[in-house]
């Protein structure tokens, strides 16, 4: 039964860790964003194209920030560890 | 917080919530597109609803000529089906439907489909031989690599949209579940938050998923 608990918290905190992973989408988003802005401000004409393209890489650069939420979410509903 | 409810099971079937909602959602794009598309006029004056469904497909077809290039236009028929369907699939949190998009099972469907058809278009165009060409290059030793990629591909799709959708409705499920007890508050502070998730997020990744799926089957074809 304790075992049972441990592996509990265990799978809480490792969710928790888990999504550390959104650091990383966020600076880049960031990164994205920025040099999306200067390049608007160099080239006012291209705007509509320079958004699908940023939005298109800030998709991209998602991804293994949506990876951590899935372990997380998997951790945390549909755990393996408890069988 | 749970999974898509199971309502019932038909022969083995299990008719859940995901597939419930879709035929709500179907049954609404279906009168919307169907009053869209009624009466349309080559000539004269056209309607306000033939102006709506014209401003659609033109934004989508341009999206598409300069997206994929003037020669793949055949695909935007395709692009706008799979468009629509995200964006009323996504935006239905607002009616009080769950997004049949947070479920696995669709975004993996979806994800499969544009998996085929960059594979199937590729083959098409470019020839068996090339196409299999392009697996070991630049080096022979890295096919085991170049396989992966092509099958990580519509596993990062499936997910994004899957884990953008369903970390909105697990937010809006915790707000709604904390806000029970405050009755003032629990009619203002969902809104915004409505807002972001079955309003913003929604239309972005539907846009994400569709500018994505123009952008491989355009480059399988054009490799």
Redesign the interface.
């Known amino acids: 039964m304790e075992g049972l608990f441990i592996i509990k918290a265990a799978s809480a905190i490792g969710a928790g860790l888990a999504m550390i992973a959104g650091i990383g989408p966020g600076i880049g988003q960031g990164f994205a964003g920025g040099k999306a802005a200067e390049a608007v401000g160099r080239q006012p004409e291209a705007q509509g194209?320079i958004i699908?393209t940023m939005?298109?890489g800030a998709?991209?650069a998602?991804?293994c920030g949506?990876?951590g939420?899935?372990v997380a979410?998997i951790l945390?509903?549909a755990n393996p560890l408890l069988g | 917080m749970n999974g898509p409810e199971i309502y019932c099971t038909i022969f083995g079937f299990e008719l859940t919530e995901t597939i419930v909602n879709t035929w709500i959602i179907m049954a609404i794009a279906f009168v919307i597109f169907y009053l869209l598309t009624r009466n349309l006029k080559a000539e004269g004056r056209p309607g306000k609803a033939q102006i709506i469904g014209e401003t659609i497909v033109t934004t989508m077809d341009n999206l598409v000529g300069s997206t994929m290039g003037k020669d793949k236009m055949r695909f935007g028929a395709y692009m706008l089906s799979l468009m629509m369907f995200l964006v009323f699939c996504n935006v239905s949190g607002f009616i009080g439907l769950r997004a049949p998009t947070a479920d696995l099972n669709v975004t993996f469907t979806l994800a499969i489909m544009t998996f085929c058809m960059i594979h199937f278009n590729s083959i098409r165009s470019v020839g068996l031989k090339h196409y299999a060409k392009e697996y070991i290059e630049p080096l022979p030793f890295l096919l085991p690599i170049n396989i992966l990629e092509q099958f990580t591909l519509p596993l990062s799709m499936g997910f994004r949209l899957f884990g953008n959708m369903t970390g909105g409705v697990i937010i809006m499920g915790l707000v709604y579940a904390g806000l029970t007890e405050m009755m003032f508050l629990g009619l203002v502070i969902p809104v915004p938050l409505h807002f972001y998730f079955d309003g913003f997020v929604a239309a972005l990744q539907s846009f994400v998923f569709t500018m994505l799926t123009m952008v491989f089957v355009a480059k399988g074809i054009d490799q």
Do not use: G, H, N, W
């Open positions: 194209d699908k939005l298109i998709a991209v998602e991804t949506i990876f939420l899935i979410l945390l509903f």
